[in-house]
């Protein structure tokens, strides 16, 4: 079965420090979404990419996130100065349309960010 | 987007049929109703979502009642491997769309 693939798993860095998150959605997917879990709180949506640019993103996602599919394989999530609540679970999703052909997103399993 | 509420916990016995409920009486004409679910820390899984019909696919059933504000997922035989967080969100059928994931319910299945 087709999967979404995270890398790193887990990552720390020092707090300032830029990061970047990497996804591989699934091949034939066209939506690609961001989300983030900190430890025992809900999943929260960050941003959705659609044909090179942002569709929608959430209040989270300021002047400090960006996104990018640089490649046609991969999508990244850069946070340029890291702040210690930033430390969470992001989950990159693939979708590969909506309507009735609609199959539900794909989440990766999550990179583990840590912000000392 | 309609707001969703789950109880916050079910127990359910292993074999037997787990029915998860969810209210959204506030969920408009062109909202969806979709449930995910969470094992452990892992990305959410997509199980099932519908818009007026019940439906049904390998994991799961929907029914969703006449007047839409109201539904439940039937697992018809859990597993242990069901133990999870499930979550009811209800959305517009929007490509790009995001999802507000509540607190869900907590089912866990037993022995």
């Known amino acids: 079965e087709p999967e979404v693939t995270q890398t790193p798993s887990h990552q720390v860095t020092q707090m300032g420090q830029e990061v970047i998150l990497r996804c591989v959605p699934i091949s034939n997917h066209l939506y690609f979404y961001w989300y983030r879990q900190i430890l025992g709180q809900k999943v929260e949506f960050l941003v959705s990419f659609y044909n090179n640019e942002i569709s929608e993103k959430s209040e989270i996602f300021d002047d400090q996130f960006s996104v990018e599919r640089p490649d046609g394989s991969n999508f990244t999530l850069k946070i340029r100065s890291t702040k210690l609540e930033d430390s969470a679970m992001y989950f990159c999703?693939?979708?590969?349309?909506?309507?009735?052909?609609?199959?539900?997103?794909?989440f990766g399993s999550g990179t583990r960010l840590t912000v000392v | 987007d309609a707001k969703t509420t789950q109880p916050t916990s079910m127990d359910c016995a292993e074999g037997r049929a787990a029915n998860l409920p969810c209210n959204h009486s506030?969920?408009?004409?062109?909202?969806?109703v979709y449930w995910y679910r969470q094992i452990h820390s892992q990305g959410p899984q997509y199980i099932i979502h519908?818009?007026?019909n019940n439906e049904t696919n390998e994991m799961a059933s929907l029914i969703i009642t006449e007047d839409r504000k109201s539904s439940t997922l039937i697992l018809p035989h859990a597993t242990l491997r069901d133990t999870a967080v499930y979550y009811c969100i209800v959305s517009r059928d929007s490509t790009g769309n995001q999802f507000y994931f509540g607190t869900g319910t907590s089912l866990t299945v037993i022995p």
């Open positions: 519908g818009l007026k």
């Open positions: 999703a693939s979708s590969r349309t909506g309507g009735a052909d609609y199959y539900g997103y794909t």
């Open positions: 506030t969920i408009s004409g062109n909202e969806y």
